[in-house]
């Protein structure tokens, strides 16, 4: 007999509602929770996450924590 072995990982998507003068990311959850508690990434991610949401592209955004 086989077995399938599944691995099945539900990360949240939050959507990036603001970016702080700061440095952190403003993050609605679903149900509307807030996290305002994480930095904006360094390096190229972090630049390209400021142009987009400078552009007006609505972002989702999830994280391993």
């Not at 807030?34 to 972090?46: M, Q, S, W």
């Amino acid at each position: 007999m086989e077995f399938k072995s599944v691995y099945k990982s539900k990360l949240p998507l939050l959507q990036l509602t603001d970016i702080s003068d700061d440095g952190y990311l403003c993050l609605m959850a679903d149900n509307g929770d807030l996290r305002e508690d994480l930095k904006v990434p360094d390096g190229e991610l972090g630049a390209q996450l400021r142009a987009d949401f400078e552009a007006g592209k609505e972002l989702l955004v999830s994280y391993v924590g």
